[in-house]
């Protein structure tokens, strides 16, 4: 069966066919980056965000279906991101895809963008055994959970202040250095020495095990070895090593000790922080050998896609194929807590 996706949680906007079943596919994706639009800023800007969501979203519907070689008419379900999220940008999504689902009498099956993310990981490794652990990082989110299977979730722990990726966008940005700053910082980090400048790994003064990544951001922009330096130099490259290094020291540290207190078979890394070069390397070595596997997202679904989006709906559908989304249950949300535990099957 083939399954349309549909993801606008943020400043992408993606379309994609995948088929399920038969073969266990993705066959089409449209992606529309908008990081042209908001580099000048430094950061996403809400508003324009949503506008060129409007703008292109029906255009790439049409494009991805054309690439796929099908019509509306072989789609059987359309699935697409709930939140979190920015509230124009997914209601932009939200309003297209009731549409297009209400016009052609089709299934309409939302999912939580941040459980897609977990999801992508099974696109290239199906075999993926419960129970399992999962981290997700990227712009918006630092999450650990523990699924005992698909649709049971429990938080372990999650960022009380900013999300990784946003401390990698506001030190690059500090330093003058572009927009999106985690592949700007990744390729510093390999001229650098990451051991030259130590960086306190925080703790929780309540115990907790939730992450904290604001400190590492003022350490990191108040350190002697930024001041008057030149992004070129090489206490500028140790810096960023050293700030880069110790970051993903810290998310290793956190995501081994839940492994060693929930006894998962299986480990997923995934969200966009997840492409980067130094994390994919240390939690590989971290767990070769070990009787927990590893799985990291492939690269092209670290990022907000619409294939994770579909893939996610599809089991969802499958699993609760009479639920009613144009009911109350659905409406957008843009926090990022977590709320989707699964639908109630007949609603």
Not at 54 to 75: F, N, P, R, S, W
Not at 86 to 111: E, I, T, Y
Request: with cysteine; glycine share 8%; aromatic share 10%.
């Amino acid at each position: 069966m083939y399954i349309l996706g549909i993801e606008s949680s943020c400043d992408e906007t993606a379309v994609a066919v995948i088929e399920r079943e038969e073969h266990d596919r993705v066959i089409a994706e449209k992606i529309k980056s908008q990081i042209p639009l908001h580099a000048k800023y430094g950061g996403v800007v809400p508003e324009i965000a949503s506008r060129n969501h409007y703008e292109v979203i029906d255009y790439l519907t049409a494009a991805v279906l054309k690439e796929a070689g099908i019509t509306i008419d072989d789609i059987r379900a359309i699935a697409l991101t709930l939140g979190p999220g920015l509230m124009g940008s997914l209601l932009v999504g939200l309003s297209f895809a009731k549409g297009l689902a209400f016009a052609n009498n089709l299934p309409l099956v939302a999912v939580d963008h941040v459980l897609a993310h977990i999801e992508s990981a099974f696109i290239d490794h199906p075999g993926i055994q419960y129970p399992l652990v999962a981290l997700v990082v990227s712009g918006g989110h630092t999450t650990l959970f523990y699924q005992k299977s698909k649709f049971q979730t429990e938080v372990i722990a999650k960022t009380r202040d900013d999300a990784v990726g946003e401390i990698l966008d506001k030190v690059a940005k500090f330093y003058g250095l572009g927009y999106p700053g985690g592949p700007i910082l990744d390729k510093l980090y390999k001229g650098g020495d990451p051991h030259r400048y130590s960086f306190t790994i925080p703790k929780m003064s309540d115990g907790s095990d939730d992450f904290s990544f604001s400190g590492y951001k003022t350490a990191a922009i108040r350190h002697p070895a930024g001041k008057d330096a030149d992004p070129g130099g090489q206490d500028f490259k140790d810096l960023i090593a050293s700030f880069l290094n110790s970051v993903v020291d810290y998310l290793l540290t956190r995501t081994q000790s839940a492994v060693e207190n929930t006894k998962p078979r299986s480990v997923i890394v995934a969200g966009g922080v997840s492409s980067n070069s130094l994390l994919r390397e240390k939690f590989t070595q971290a767990f070769t050998g070990s009787t927990t596997n590893l799985y990291l997202s492939s690269p092209r679904y670290c990022t907000d896609n619409a294939a994770m989006t579909a893939w996610l709906g599809y089991e969802k559908y499958r699993s609760f194929p009479n639920i009613n989304y144009f009911d109350r249950y659905l409406n957008s949300y843009s926090r990022a807590s977590f709320r989707d535990r699964g639908p109630k099957p007949g609603r």
